[in-house]
């Protein structure tokens, strides 16, 4: 108890005294390597100690101070959501073992191979759909580097804008749902995942779209940046291209429009979809749907059969084919979201099954594949558990000791306007993603800085266009909480998009390298973030 008597010597009765322990405890906990999940918990014992004395932290076994840490841990660990978490993680090892996500890429690199700066291009548009299916970062950074990397390179791409394309855009799916940040965020705040990722959807395109402005505009200005590859003359060119695209277009929505059909009609005929008994209808899903999906299925045959013809839509499709496994994946997971038929949890659960039985049909799934990709699971969620306790524990021991209050009240005497409390908390969002993950700043800050911006007036948040509602304050926050630790993740010196690459890249390519080549992106995440908070009707457009 030697250790424990010291902390009871030290004993701190002054929140802000406590708060700067802690906050340096933090800091040289971190600078010798100790886990994140492991300083917090051992941060949030001791300042229970330092508050309240051994005598009382450790006094009756299940009441006292430890108590309430343990029942904010056990909160924790015992939402139903928090399931969804592994579930996205599995999702993304499996797509990133299977061809998936290289046949994707070969689609893709199809269509835009003649477009000046198209692998480029292909990367982004390849990480947006990854985004989109797992909400993954780690995953996407690796299987970019292992994937376009090599290609870029090879064609003669700068090195500075190749490494800058895969990072920024393989951390997309932190603003892009399903987004783990988000789901964690929800958890924290009780804020509606739903509304989340509803509200996120139009900023994480804004970003992915500034991404690949930028790549379209600097190789247009400077075409050595990215060398087009030797023409195949075997390619369609021109309207043939097209018209194999629009080709492949119809024969999969061919196939969208049998399953709506099948689906309204076996409603129909079981009653499930009767106005009757219904307090509102099925989605497309009423009989009265029934002629409209048949009218155009009609039309789309009619174009494929007559205007595009069977063989350039026979080859369109062998040229796109890789197009359809991701797209089933996202309609499966983001589709039951929206159509209310599951929850989250159930949604990630959805995916996992369906990108399972996608590769089994294309018999990739072998007990290897399946093994490994559970090993990985653990592995990284392992990792998200034990910060989750940690920064838990630590928020809990905070709030006991009424450090909350105490920054609230520190804030508020500054006497900032509404808008300059808004910009601090940016920079200390963007000054902690350099140093620590996102998890621990979720679990940590949050508690801390929510409550103060949802007592901020709400008509001055913004500094253009119309004000927010009150529910939307904390979806707003979130979202562009989100959108700083899409900066956190190319942020030197610890930016672990940086290190993801360096694990795949040639041993020519340095960290220094890779911090250099972020340096545009940075500068568009950091634009993006000006936009969330300079106009919040971007971020609630949607709700």
């Known amino acids: 108890?030697?250790?424990?008597?010291?902390l009871a010597w030290m004993k701190v009765g002054d929140v802000a005294t406590l708060s700067i322990v802690l906050l340096l405890g933090m800091l040289v906990l971190l600078a010798i390597g100790m886990p994140l999940g492991f300083a917090s918990a051992f941060l949030a014992v001791a300042v229970i100690v330092m508050k309240f004395g051994p005598e009382i932290a450790f006094g009756r076994f299940g009441s006292g101070p430890l108590s309430v840490l343990a029942q904010a841990v056990y909160r924790q660990m015992t939402n139903y959501v928090l399931i969804s978490v592994p579930l996205f993680i599995f999702m993304a090892a499996l797509l990133e073992r299977s061809g998936i996500a290289?046949?994707?890429?070969?689609?893709?690199?199809?269509?835009?191979?003649?477009?000046?700066g198209g692998i480029a291009l292909v990367t982004s548009l390849m990480a947006v759909i990854m985004a989109a299916m797992s909400g993954i970062i780690g995953g996407e950074v690796v299987l970019l580097g292992l994937i376009a990397l090599p290609q870029m390179l090879k064609l003669g791409y700068d090195r500075g804008l190749a490494i800058g394309t895969i990072c920024a855009s393989g951390s997309l799916g932190t603003m892009i749902p399903p987004s783990i940040v988000l789901i964690f965020y929800g958890l924290v705040t009780e804020t509606s995942i739903k509304a989340l990722f509803t509200a996120s959807f139009l900023p994480g395109f804004i970003l992915a779209a500034m991404i690949m402005l930028y790549i379209v505009i600097r190789?247009?200005?400077?075409?050595?940046?990215a060398p087009l590859p030797e023409p195949d003359?075997?390619?369609p060119q021109g309207w043939e291209k097209f018209l194999r695209f629009v080709g492949f277009l119809c024969k999969f929505a061919l196939g969208v429009y049998t399953v709506l059909i099948l689906r309204a009609v076996f409603l129909t005929v079981t009653g499930q979809n009767d106005p009757a008994i219904l307090d509102e209808p099925v989605r497309y899903g009423m009989a009265s749907d029934i002629p409209w999906f048949v009218g155009t299925f009609v039309a789309l045959y009619l174009l494929m059969r007559f205007g595009v013809g069977k063989q350039r839509t026979d080859e369109g499709w062998e040229m796109g084919r890789g197009l359809v496994a991701p797209i089933i994946v996202i309609g499966v997971v983001m589709g039951s979201i929206y159509a209310g038929i599951t929850g989250i949890t159930e949604a990630a659960g959805m995916g996992v099954i369906a990108v399972f039985v996608l590769g089994a049909i294309r018999r990739e799934m072998s007990f290897e594949v399946v093994w490994d990709s559970l090993v990985r699971t653990l592995k990284s969620t392992g990792t998200i558990i034990w910060v989750t306790i940690g920064a838990a524990a630590l928020a809990a021991a905070y709030t006991l000791s009424g450090g909350p209050t105490y920054v609230a009240n520190m804030i508020v005497a500054a006497d900032l306007p509404t808008m300059g409390i808004i910009l601090t908390m940016m920079v200390i969002f963007l000054i902690m993603g350099m140093f620590m993950d996102w998890v621990g700043i979720v679990l940590l800050i949050m508690p801390v800085f929510l409550p103060i911006v949802m007592q901020l007036?709400?008509?001055?948040?913004?500094?253009?266009?119309?004000?927010?509602?009150?529910?939307?304050?904390?979806?707003?926050?979130g979202v562009?909480?989100?959108?700083?630790?899409?900066?956190?993740?190319l942020s030197p010196p610890f930016g672990p998009a940086a290190f993801y690459l360096k694990s795949v890249a040639p041993p020519d390519i340095s960290l220094t390298d890779i911090f250099k080549g972020f340096l545009p992106f940075i500068c568009l995440q950091l634009m993006a973030l000006a936009l969330l908070v300079c106009y919040p009707q971007i971020v609630t457009v949607f709700l």
């Open 1 to 6: 108890m030697e250790f424990f008597d010291l």
């Open 102 to 116: 290289r046949d994707m890429y070969s689609s893709l690199n199809v269509w835009l191979s003649r477009t000046r």
């Open 219 to 225: 190789t247009t200005i400077n075409p050595s940046l």
């Open 233 to 235: 003359p075997n390619d």
């Open 457 to 477: 007036p709400v008509e001055e948040l913004g500094f253009f266009g119309q004000a927010l509602e009150p529910r939307q304050v904390a979806i707003w926050f």
């Open 480 to 489: 562009v909480f989100c959108m700083n630790m899409q900066v956190s993740f």
